[in-house]
């Protein structure tokens, strides 16, 4: 005998399901973007949403995400098994799953190559400079997650590292992940990566960087509230403090400063690694250190 669907079912199905194609449409309008600001390439990246307590939608392997279409979308459970579809789901979703494991308050998460950013994932450099306010008040710093081989169990590890203290970070050798309460919310924080690396490419390039203080940074993190914004961690107020656990606070660096908002980078760039007096530079210090002595000379 066949079961009778009270109206509140029948009404509670229709939901989910307008629920559903809002979500694959959604899904595919952030393809499209990701394709046209050139931050995928060919079968680059992935995108993937909460359905429910049970389930998530996800892109499919093996297409472009400039031409995606909602019904190529790909249903799993949180085990990675598939529901529904009529596609395979992409092989870096053991990499979703593990954020979605981590971080219970998002609701979606995306992957992508975009191009400066992962130059400084190349390069390993990571974002975590003091540098523009609306980066500090929105993701704080951008670290980099060790490299591990695409689409194996290294590279959930390497992201379990830090997803919890950060809603966006850089990947050794691969690209970036951003997640938010939403699709759009994690691709607006995509945005901001990308739109960060260049401005901060740029600085380096001009020779210098003007760091925000300890104290601005403390006051921008006081704004969130105001602005509505959630960050999953504060800065750190001891960074070695974060050295003992990623997922307590996020590192920034932003120098101290009982006068000054904006502090020349000049004493960030010569560390104290050891106390045998040993002088240890990266090489855009050095490259930093080199152009102010010839501009010194110039004068």
């Known amino acids: ?140 710093s951008i670290p980099i997650a060790e490299y591990g081989t695409p689409s194996t169990a290294e590279l959930p590890e390497a992201v379990r590292k830090y997803i919890k203290a950060h809603d966006g970070m850089l990947l050794a050798n691969h690209g970036a992940v951003t997640c938010g309460n939403s699709v759009f919310n994690a691709h607006f924080k995509m945005e901001t990566i990308e739109h960060f690396a260049q401005i901060s490419l740029v600085a380096r390039m001009l020779g210098r960087e003007h760091l925000l203080s300890r104290e601005e940074v403390e006051r921008l993190q006081g704004l969130r509230g105001m602005y509505g914004i959630a960050s999953p961690a504060p800065v750190c107020a001891d960074p070695a403090e974060a050295e003992r656990d990623q997922a307590v606070c996020q590192v920034l660096e932003a120098p101290a400063s009982s006068s000054e908002r904006l502090v020349p980078d000049i004493a960030t760039r010569v560390r104290q690694a050891s106390g045998d007096g040993e002088i240890r530079l990266t090489y855009g210090e050095l490259t930093a250190l080199i152009a102010d002595a010839i501009k010194n000379l110039r004068d």
Do not use: C, W
């Open 1 to 140: 005998m066949q079961k009778r669907i009270s109206g509140a079912e029948s009404a509670k199905i229709a939901l989910s399901t307008r629920a559903e194609e809002q979500v694959r449409a959604e899904i595919v309008e952030v393809g499209r973007r990701l394709y046209s600001r050139g931050f995928v390439a060919s079968n680059d990246g992935n995108i993937s949403v909460r359905l429910d307590d049970h389930r998530l939608i996800t892109t499919p392997k093996s297409v472009s995400k400039g031409f995606m279409t909602p019904d190529m979308m790909v249903i799993v459970d949180y085990e990675g098994r598939k529901v529904a579809g009529d596609r395979d789901p992409s092989s870096e979703l053991p990499m979703h799953l593990e954020i979605y494991r981590q971080r219970p308050d998002v609701n979606a998460v995306v992957h992508a190559h975009p191009p400066t950013a992962t130059g400084f994932a190349v390069a390993g450099v990571p974002l975590t400079r003091a540098v523009l306010a609306e980066v500090v008040t929105t993701l704080g």
